[in-house]
């Protein structure tokens, strides 16, 4: 055990234990958001063995988990506490891939730790810590040279991490595609095409179309989840009443309840008001009788309506993703309950503290979207393909396409992949900054 449990990973574990200890003292809370009610039911479904007529709202792969703590939500919200510890770990063990000695990978980690959206989303009943976890697991393989790696027993458990990151959330089906991209591109020669790491490419399409297919005979409409059309539809939100005349009857519910929550947000205080996006989930509720109380079709329907609207109004679209969906996710966001600490005035300490640390955030995350050129730039000046490109493509193209799909709670989206931002200004840092100053120095 000694080799794994070296010094540095006993701190580690040491402190992660003692601040949520300390945490859980001052917010022993199970906090329940709207997506949360999905999540719940079908756990209940896994636990009675019985998906018939599921209305395929949700994919299995945080409910599996729900059930594996027999359901409750106190016990899952353990098992995420004990996985961000895991996490951390893991963040280590990547950090030392990336070539930092053991004592800087120690403060690099408890640093990247510190930050508190980790661990309140540790205590809320949503996707966010679980996906942490795997998309950690995920970028230690990567930073462990990879794509060079000719083990069948590493794309193997790749593989596996990346079909159970598609159960968990279908929007991760295209990261395979990349990283076979690059390990194709790594070197290339014509016979690479074809090569072992196509495992990693099976077990994501096996969750995709399997759990779609399993949508297909309970609900008749082969898709990874039924609020694809409804999540789509998002986008229109401000252009909701220019629409086709076939879809009027969308536009115009859809309009008159977006300029309802204008009205009602005007007049409330900011922290108050409810965000523009969630319209659609208002308008559904005066929609569904119109598909006889059919979820799954009222959904396939703002689907077909989303994309004639779109192609309706591509200026508006384009303003829509870049000005408002792409840049929302970039912003730090914190999920909690605000009034939920046991002790006066805890909760606005902690809140001074992420004010200090959203501030954090953003010059990191403004550093990390300036070097996203950069790595490209390099990439096509030097023809090589570095662990740092590859981090940055697979984050980029994240924001692109959930800004593409979807308007709305943009951020949770960005959080997994925060600490590989920081990472990536960090080795620019190094790189160019301390070590060309060591060797001035020298």
């Known amino acids: 055990m000694n080799p794994f449990f070296t010094k540095e990973i006993r701190v580690l574990i040491c402190a992660g234990f003692l601040f949520r200890a300390l945490l859980s003292i001052l917010y022993f809370h199970v906090t329940l958001f709207p ?3 999905g999540y719940l039911f079908l756990a209940e479904k896994i636990l009675s063995f019985d998906l018939s007529f599921y209305n395929g709202e949700r994919t299995p792969g945080y409910p599996l988990f729900i059930a594996l703590a027999l359901g409750s939500t106190i ?8 996985l961000g510890i895991f996490t951390s770990v893991y963040w280590y063990k990547t950090i030392l891939k990336l070539n930092f000695d053991s004592k800087a990978a120690l403060y690099i980690t408890l640093f990247l730790q510190s930050f508190l959206q980790i661990h309140f989303y540790e205590r809320i009943i949503l996707v966010e810590s679980v996906t942490l976890f795997f998309v950690s697991v995920l970028f230690y393989y990567l930073a462990a040279d990879y794509l060079e ?11 596996l991490v990346l079909g159970i990151l598609v159960l968990i959330k279908p929007f991760y089906a295209f990261i395979p595609f990349v990283i076979y991209g690059f390990s194709v591109a790594k070197n290339f020669k014509i016979s690479r095409i074809i090569n072992s790491k196509l495992i990693i490419l099976l077990f994501p399409l096996i969750s995709y179309f399997g759990w779609s297919y399993v949508n297909k005979i309970n609900t008749g409409y082969f898709v990874s989840t039924t609020f694809f059309g409804l999540n789509l539809s998002q986008n229109c939100v401000y252009f909701a009443e220019k629409t086709t005349p076939k879809y009027q009857w969308i536009g115009s519910v859809y309009a008159k309840h977006r300029d309802k929550l204008i009205a009602e947000n005007n007049q409330l205080e900011p922290h108050l008001q409810t965000d523009i996006a969630m319209t659609i989930w208002d308008a559904q509720t005066e929609l ?8 799954a079709l009222l959904s396939a329907e703002l689907g077909g309506y989303a994309k004639a609207t779109i192609k309706k109004n591509p200026l508006e679209y384009v303003k829509q993703v870049v000005f408002r969906s792409w840049f929302d996710f970039w912003k730090p966001k914190i999920y909690w309950d605000y009034d939920s600490f046991s002790l006066p005035f805890v909760n606005k300490i902690f809140l001074g503290i992420w004010y200090f640390q959203t501030v954090l955030i953003w010059i990191f995350k403004v550093f990390f979207v300036l070097l996203i050129p950069y790595h490209f730039g390099l990439f096509l000046k030097n023809r090589s393909i570095t662990k740092e490109l590859l981090f940055t493509t697979i984050i980029f193209l994240t924001s692109v396409l959930q800004a593409l799909v979807t308007f709305g709670g943009n951020a949770r989206f960005s ?9 990536v200004v960090i080795l620019f840092v190094r790189k160019n900054i301390l070590n060309k100053r060591k060797k001035l120095e020298v």
Request: hydrophobic share 50%; no cysteine; charged share 20%.
């Open 35 to 37: 997506d949360s009610e």
């Open 75 to 82: 016990l899952t919200v353990v098992y995420q506490v004990v």
């Open 149 to 159: 790696n000719k083990s069948f027993k590493r794309d193997f458990i790749v593989a």
């Open 288 to 295: 569904l009788p119109k598909t006889a109380g059919n979820f």
């Open 415 to 423: 959080f997994p992949f925060e600490y590989i931002m920081m990472l």
